[in-house]
């Protein structure tokens, strides 16, 4: 039987640009690429970097090499073989998203005057999807050249990245939950309008 191998010039270029675009940040600062590369991440805890709205722009970096894995992966589920146009959509809009979900998080620590405490919060989240691009791009590599069945393989890769969100998630509340007990009704607000709620609009309209 001759083994099924996707030969899709874009695919190949966008993941070995990936590892390229990786091997030069992790150049540029190897600190931020061995933070991206740690499991447990106890050191995020009330610490911010500096620069953009406190937040270094290589880390921005590393969420663009996320979304574009991410896009990647749920181009697979659509057709079960890569397809350029879904990828860029799919790009498109979950960058679209992410932009917006950000700026919306800004605004609510200054309205709120949560500032510190909401960037805080938003750079856990921005390293642990940083960590997850770089998993998802040894998803993509092994379903891009796998001789299974890459439609079963795309879910079970996608059930393993929400398993790892969650747990993110978990560890960046349980970081936080002295101001959590505080603020729960209020913490109980945000996480239905501004968490729960997008997520469940991109999903279900969007992928």
Known sequence: MIRDIISNDSLTILLFGSVFFMIILKKINPVIFSQNLRFRKKELVNKISTSLWGFKFLEILYNLLFISNISILLTFLEDQN???IIYRELFKY???FFILKLLFDLIIGKLFSIGQIMKSYIWQKLVYCNSLGIILLLFNFFIAYTIFNKYYMTFFFIALSILY????YFSIF????KVII???FYFILYLCTLEIIPYYYLISNVL
């Open 174 to 177: 349980f970081s936080m939950k």
């Open 94 to 96: 979950i960058f679209i």
């Open 165 to 168: 969100l969650i747990f993110a």
């Open 182 to 184: 505080k603020n729960w």
């Open 82 to 84: 890569f397809n350029l």
